[in-house]
Nanobody, 123 residues
Framework: QVQLVESGGGLVQPGGSLRLSCAAS????????MGWYRQAPGKQRELVAT???????NYADSLKGRFTISTDNAKNTVYLQMNSLKPEDAAVYYC?????????????????WGQGTQVTVSS
């Protein structure tokens, strides 16, 4: 089993910055890719950014230039640097991991989600 723990959310003023972190833990697993999604009240969950183990990134078009996703592969951690935050960025941000787990001499694919971390952008 793989666990994802997010941190770094909180309250920030418009124009400010936050860095979210998500650490994957467990045993006998590898990560194919990780990403961030967000969900605001009354809205569907939407893609923020993804990154593959090879470093290829993908962003929501509206967030390019403001948000940056990165990883520390040695720590199985993904980060989301959020700059120039706007009130419309307020949401619960969820970490996602696409993993391969070695269990009982088998390789199993597993998709995991973190519990979410609240980002509030307000004066």
């Amino acid at each position: 089993q793989v666990q994802l723990v997010e941190s770094g959310g909180g309250l920030v003023q418009p124009g400010g910055s936050l860095r979210l972190s998500c650490a994957a833990s467990g045993s006998s697993f590898s990560i194919n890719g990780m990403g961030w999604y967000r969900q605001a009240p009354g809205k569907q969950r939407e893609l923020v950014a993804t990154i593959t183990s090879g470093g290829s990134t993908n962003y929501a078009d509206s967030l390019k230039g403001r948000f940056t996703i990165s990883t520390d592969n040695a720590k199985n951690t993904v980060y989301l640097q959020m700059n120039s935050l706007k009130p419309e960025d307020a949401a619960v941000y969820y970490c996602y991991a696409d993993t391969v787990i070695y269990s009982d001499y088998r390789l199993l694919k597993g998709d995991y989600w973190g519990q979410g971390t609240q980002v509030t952008v307000s004066s």
